[in-house]
């Protein structure tokens, strides 16, 4: 595991024992899974530490990520998020507890079900005559009105006002408001290991980098090593404009170009400006970057060689202050 004598760079190592474990596992992991597998970090818990590995292809997006909550000895699959449980997860803060069995519950209101769908029904047409015998029925019940509620009885009036009276008295019996029903709510649950795959996801997304021309777009439009890439020159290393993402955004318009050596997205377009930064290390001739949004993320490349690679030692949480720091 050659990437581990890079960790000093961020301030983060391991121990001997959990060097030692992932160095034996890691050598199960890829048999099992017929990958290359390499360590992709340690997110810190109140009961445990959870240590993250990467397992990929010659495809830079055929990933699976593992995780270890025994000190690297046993590695369980964490399983793709949906788009439901990514807008619970977002709502989430706070440090992880490391348990996995850890159930995460949401409180929320219960949807209203959708209004039903009005039945068509047969237009009758309107310009049928009626009957002669409905006619005479509906004359005879207009005249029965009017001599009901004519002006000299003055029966209609009254009996109008008394109805009145009395459907006040019934609408509001105690003089006081009614109170409005409590809208019914639910608890969605979902266990910690759902928030962990959640975590690794964004920060795939928005971190995860490699050097300028370290891949390529093969004619079958799938984006694999560059096995004549030799590294960035100490001048190009330095710039943000020489490092690329490595999401999946890379057709027709969010290509950077046409060309299969230089066709990723740029880093030093990221918004908010100032939120990556580089600097040398000259004892070990190394470039380090970080991120400001994910506190402990660190990449790294040896200029004039194809060593590079990527880490993350932190608690997995966001940096909200970040608005306030540039």
Same mark, same amino acid.
Not at 1 to 15: A, D, Q, R
Not at 139 to 159: I, L, T, V
Not at 290 to 318: M, V
């Given at each position: ?27 199960? /992991? ?6 290359? *597998? ?13 240590? /993250?590995? +990467?397992?990929? !292809? ?24 949906? @788009? ?18 850890? %159930?995460?519950?949401? @409180? @929320? ?42 002006? +000299? ?5 009254? &009996?109008?006002?008394?109805?009145? &009276? ?25 266990? @910690? ?10 920060? %795939? ?52 170009? +046409? ?28 470039? *380090? ?8 993320? !660190?990449?790294?490349?040896?200029? &004039? ?22």
């Amino acid at each position: 595991m050659p990437e581990t004598t890079f960790f000093p760079v961020s301030g983060n190592t391991l121990s001997p024992a959990e060097k030692s474990a992932i160095k034996v596992s890691f050598v199960l /992991l890829a048999k099992e899974t017929k990958g290359s *597998v390499k360590f992709w970090g340690r997110v810190s818990g109140v009961e445990n530490d959870y240590l /993250l590995a +990467e397992v990929g !292809t010659e495809d830079l997006f055929k990933k699976q990520f593992f995780y270890s909550v025994d000190g690297g000895l046993t590695w369980m699959l964490l399983n793709p998020t949906t @788009e439901t449980q990514r807008i619970y997860c977002s709502k989430l803060r706070g440090v992880f507890f490391g348990n996995p069995q850890y %159930e995460y519950k949401i @409180e @929320e209101p219960v949807p209203e079900p959708p209004a039903p769908e009005p039945s068509a029904e047969a237009e009758q047409p309107a310009d049928v005559p009626a009957s002669p015998s409905a006619v005479e029925e509906d004359e005879a019940e207009e005249k029965e009105e009017g001599d009901e509620g004519s002006p +000299e009885d003055g029966n209609g009036e009254e &009996e109008g006002e008394e109805g009145e &009276e009395e459907g006040g008295e019934d609408g509001d019996e105690d003089g006081k408001p009614k109170k409005p029903e409590k809208k019914k709510k639910r608890v969605i649950a979902f266990q @910690e290991t759902v928030r962990l795959s959640y975590f690794i996801e964004q920060v %795939e997304y928005t971190c995860s980098v490699v050097p300028r021309g370290a891949y390529l777009l093969n004619e079958l439009g799938v984006v694999i090593p560059n096995k004549f890439f030799e590294g960035l020159s100490w001048h190009a290393a330095g710039k943000l404009s020489q490092y690329c993402h490595t999401r999946r955004a890379l057709s027709g318009a969010a290509r950077r170009s +046409e060309d299969p050596f230089d066709f990723m997205e740029t880093i030093d377009g990221d918004v908010p400006g100032g939120v990556w930064s580089v600097k040398f290390e000259p004892l070990l001739n190394l470039v *380090v970057g970080s991120n400001l949004l994910y506190p402990g993320f !660190t990449f790294y490349h040896r200029p &004039e060689s194809s060593e590079y690679g990527q880490f993350y030692f932190g608690d997995g949480q966001q940096n909200l202050d970040l608005c306030f720091m540039l």
